[in-house]
């Protein structure tokens, strides 16, 4: 899986300079922002996939039969989208297709893949078979599972179960073979490339200083559009710039003759950023820069009339290194047994409103629709649990007073009193219902308590030198009360191995949730002056995505692989015990 990322987290001061290492972490915050508004999307994988079969059932009278498999993704309305086709493989009950599937691998969806195996009729064998129809072929059987399946597999296989439902017989249906199905990912997905750019004679756009340079490298794709996918730190106040070293994969360019854009922006806090200049070099112009150690005069357009033009300027890009090499993906340390393990912290303050009327954020809908809560819960869940090897999860609540007690801001959510674990998603459904009729909303809204008793378990399991990344969904309706608190823990948290997703319900005014993603401002700093060594956390308000294209999970998980790479990559951690 690969990426793009400077060596040092969050961006820093320049190169000998003496700029404020928060000044330079929130102008690097800031750029981050810029960056996504601009198109980025985080980290991405091709996983090829290769299919053969056993036991197939013979469905020909004087020979055996002759499959094909039509692979599909279906979507979450059950509708399948066809990916491709295998060719046929004449007279074969246990066939090795040559035909490679490629499947982008995206970690925030859940991925169902559905395999249907046909017996081409033998008059269609010279038919290419992208026009078969497959209404007149004869069914063999079919199996499916989800993605994530097979890239959590050491071997990266998975054997499935071909059924035929049997119509004769309404719900039942029976095994006619075996589909094994393996995937590897794309070697360019592994491939990264590092540089190290400067810059000379930058033009000065601060009146009463000296620029504040960055850079964002795009591909730029057949229609001419720029996608974003890297950038250097911001260095302040220097018109000769060096940034730090930063590594993109071929596979996001494309490959090595695929045009790119570096773009060199003045930083401004307003995030209106000034373009100083510009270069249009694939990565084997880059290379040739390096090998030839000579610089390439930027350029900015300019509109005359009806036409555009470039201004060349004295200003140059260098290329002081440039080298490929292969990089451990997040997809490699899945195989290598590392796994996700999934907690999740609830929100029972009397903010939420009486759980027993229509418009509590926590009324159960006879009708099995699920509340804001429950969605949350279904959907991040339904896409981590595939990632936890035993599917126990720790689940809590907070902000309620339990029978007969006070308040607790961090309660287990099955009742126990000395366990915090349920078993599955279902248990987490089943504990958040009984725990409606077994306690009582109170307040504050606080989350010192539940990140802390994260931060716990995650530092048991570092000391245990468990292959473990935990991941924290807490689910809220209002504003924290303990906000520099909650700074402190999220500040020690960051150096464990966890991520802390934050999901937003109901109308509050959920500004302060936002202070606490480093990606829409600085990076969180502790009341003794401790800052944060990486961005764990992630906010979203529920309303903002439930009727629009991307579903919270979506917004929530698309940077959980690059958070956990930051992790392991710091601290040398191979994936391979």
């Known amino acids: 899986m690969g990426n793009c990322c400077s060596d040092v987290s969050g961006g820093q001061s320049a190169v000998g300079g003496s700029t404020s290492s928060l000044a330079a972490k929130a102008a690097n915050d800031a750029v981050d922002a810029f960056l996504k508004s601009r198109g980025y999307n985080g980290l991405f994988s091709q996983i090829e996939l290769s299919l053969s079969a056993e036991n197939l059932r013979d469905r020909d009278v004087l020979s055996k039969s002759d499959p094909m498999v039509v692979l599909y993704m279906k979507g979450s309305d059950g509708s399948l989208q066809e990916l491709g086709r295998t060719e046929v493989v004449l007279n074969s009950l246990s066939p090795k297709w040559i035909r490679k599937y490629m499947v982008t691998y995206q970690f925030e969806m859940v991925q169902n893949l559905v395999f249907r195996v046909y017996d081409v009729d033998t008059q269609f064998h010279n038919v290419d078979v992208k026009v078969l129809k497959l209404e007149e072929q004869q069914f063999l059987g079919e199996a499916s599972c989800t993605l994530s399946e097979i890239v959590m597999k050491t071997n990266r296989t998975v054997t499935l179960d071909l059924t035929y439902e049997e119509f004769s017989v309404p719900a039942h249906s029976r095994k006619c073979g075996q589909l094994t199905v393996h995937g590897e990912e794309s070697f360019a997905s592994k491939t990264s490339v590092e540089l190290i750019l400067r810059c000379s004679d930058l033009e000065g756009k601060d009146l009463f200083s000296k620029s504040d340079p960055f850079l964002i490298i795009s591909k730029i794709t057949e229609s001419g559009v720029l996608v974003p996918i ?127 009327l229509p418009d509590s ?30 599917k126990k999860f720790p689940a809590w609540g907070f902000g309620a007073r339990p029978i007969d007690g006070p308040v607790s801001h961090c309660f287990n959510l099955n009742g126990s009193s000395n366990y915090c674990e349920v078993e599955g998603i279902h248990g987490i459904m089943t504990a958040y219902t009984s725990a409606l009729h077994n306690v009582s909303l109170a307040g504050p809204t606080l989350f010192g308590h539940i990140v802390t008793k994260a931060a716990q378990i995650a530092s048991a399991s570092v000391a245990r030198n468990e292959r473990k990344y935990f991941v924290l969904l807490i689910i809220t309706d209002g504003v924290i009360t303990d906000l520099q608190e909650t700074k402190d823990a999220f500040v020690m948290a960051s150096d464990l191995p966890l991520s802390i997703l934050i999901v937003g319900v109901g109308g509050a005014d959920f500004k302060e949730m936002e202070i606490l993603d480093a990606d829409k401002g600085e990076r969180l700093e502790s009341s003794s ?28 998980l698309a940077e959980l692989p690059s958070q956990f790479l930051t992790y392991v990559r710091a601290r040398g951690i191979g994936p391979n015990a």
């Open 230 to 356: 890297c950038k250097t730190e911001v260095l302040k106040n220097d018109h000769s710039p060096k940034w730090k070293q930063v590594s993109l994969s071929i596979q996001q360019v494309g490959s090595k003759d695929s045009p790119l854009t570096v773009e060199c922006f003045n930083f401004n806090s307003n995030g209106k950023h000034d373009l100083l200049g510009k270069v249009q070099k694939s990565l084997a112009g880059l290379e040739k820069l390096h090998s030839i150690a000579t610089g390439e005069n930027m350029f900015v357009p300019l509109s005359v009339g009806q036409n555009h033009q470039n201004k060349v300027l004295k200003s140059q890009l260098f290329v002081d290194k440039y080298s490929e090499n292969i990089q451990h993906t997040f997809l490699d340390y899945l195989a290598g047994g590392y796994e996700l393990n999934f907690m999740v912290a609830i929100d029972f303050t009397a903010s939420n409103g009486n759980s027993r």
């Open 529 to 556: 002056g401790r800052v944060a060594s990486r961005d764990i956390v992630q906010f979203v308000p529920f309303r903002d995505v439930q009727s629009g294209e991307v579903s919270v999970v979506q917004s929530l």
């Open 361 to 390: 954020l926590h009324y159960i809908d006879p009708s099995g629709r699920p509340n804001a809560y429950q969605r949350a819960i279904l959907d991040v869940g339904g896409v981590l649990q595939f990632y936890d090897y035993d």
